[in-house]
């Protein structure tokens, strides 16, 4: 049978949106893979030998979400539901996410030897990932995240083929993966520039030599919920590293100070571990890049240091629940770009007219909620017109609200109350006019 071109040409359409969309969540310079994807349709048909893959892979599935209505032996596989083809007819493309598919993943998939996207995200899959899809020397993008995959993530068998591996992208998130995480596995892919392994049950320690392997990683999710032990200075190798998400473990010890030559890093989060010690370090200057910052639920202490001013892009900035203490620097004024401040439940005091809120237009999130501050409430925060959250309940602060308080006219959550506020009459006077206002705590 001959391929109608104009059908090919929508399927391909198609893929290209879906492509295009990848593309932009990773904005992870896969776009070489993506390329070669997007070449022309297809003209020749798949093998006999990928066909019997695909229908392999079939076979292990108890519920198919309805993909064996297209997946017919007699036909050319280019043309299955969610398998995309080179012109040459090799398959390099499976897409099943969100069909519903029950059942496990089959290796033969890892036969496939121009598969270079598999998206089986969405499914509720089981039992293990197979080894022959990791050390698949043509896959660039894996993606089995939310599915309820379980068993370990076992090392690479010696036997590997030394051909270097393609992966640059493995999402894992989402599953039941649990045990000891790998660590040697990383070596061989040294293309990896995403892993993301949150929402598993995975334990033992971040792996330390991850980037002396793997030098293009730009993204690590590593909210696995159970990984110990402390943050391994080798993380400070990753010198193209961009995200790099580690919370809700029970990591613990200080921040690494060669952590700091990470200097790429633009999201840096620890957030709800358990990890201790003074951020008061010149070295954060050396994140300049950093956008969100978040060391919420730990147990630092001292003061927000100075050098915080020179984080120019940062507009999250998270350090609620720990042992933080000092005056607010005014140097956060200096952190313009700023959306969300967050720093609550710390022993933070002294008056809040330091910072000087002007600064900040963007601010729309503000959390202060107790901590010791005093003083009065800094005529600059009413300028803070995109403001939609302000939280300064368990405080010591005092005096009156001002008129100006109705140019917040966003705020949607005001929470006064466990301060010394006087004429509150009035300021509940000057919050009719805040049209949005859901909450008001007083
Ligand atoms: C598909 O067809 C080929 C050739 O007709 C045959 O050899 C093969 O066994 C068939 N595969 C399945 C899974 O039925
Ligand atoms: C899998 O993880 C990658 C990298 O974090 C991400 O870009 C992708 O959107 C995730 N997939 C799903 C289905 O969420
Ligand atoms: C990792 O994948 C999860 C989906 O399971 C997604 O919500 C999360 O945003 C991804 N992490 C990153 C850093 O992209
Ligand atoms: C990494 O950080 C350490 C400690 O801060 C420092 O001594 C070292 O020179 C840094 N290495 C590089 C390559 O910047
Ligand atoms: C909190 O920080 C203070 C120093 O600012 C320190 O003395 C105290 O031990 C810390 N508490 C905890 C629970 O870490
Ligand atoms: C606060 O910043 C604004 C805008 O940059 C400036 O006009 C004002 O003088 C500053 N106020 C103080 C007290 O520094
Ligand atoms: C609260 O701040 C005041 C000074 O404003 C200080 O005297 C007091 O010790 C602080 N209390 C705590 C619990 O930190
Ligand atoms: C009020 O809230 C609605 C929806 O929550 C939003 O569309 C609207 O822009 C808000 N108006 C103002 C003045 O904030
Ligand atoms: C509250 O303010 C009043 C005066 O405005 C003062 O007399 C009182 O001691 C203050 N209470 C606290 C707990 O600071
Ligand atoms: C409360 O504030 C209003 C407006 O600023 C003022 O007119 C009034 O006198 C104040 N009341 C008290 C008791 O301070």
Redesign the pocket.
Known sequence: MLASPKKNMKKLQLHNKTYSKVLQMHCLGVALVLMVFCLPSPTSSCTEQEKDSLLRFLAELFQDGGLSASWQNGTDCCKWEGITCMQDGTVTAVLLPSKGLEGRISQSLGTLAGLQYLDLSHNLLSGGLPLELLSSSSIAILDVSFNQLNGTLHELPSSTPARPLQLQVLNISSNLFAGQFPSAIWKAMENLAALNASSNSFTGRIPTQFCNSSPSFTLLDLRTKKFSGNIPQGLGDCSKLRVLRAGDNNLSGTLPDELFNATSLEYLSFANNDLHGVLDTANIVNLRNLITLDLGGNRFSGKIPDYIGQLKRLEEFHLNNNNMSGELPYALSNCTNLLTIDLKSNHFSGELTKVNFSNLPNLKTSDLYSNNLSGTVPESIYSCSNLTALRLSTN?L??QLSLRLGNLKYLSFLSLSKN?F?NITNALQILQSSKNLTAVFI
Do not use: A
């Open positions: 010591h005092h005096g010394n006087t």
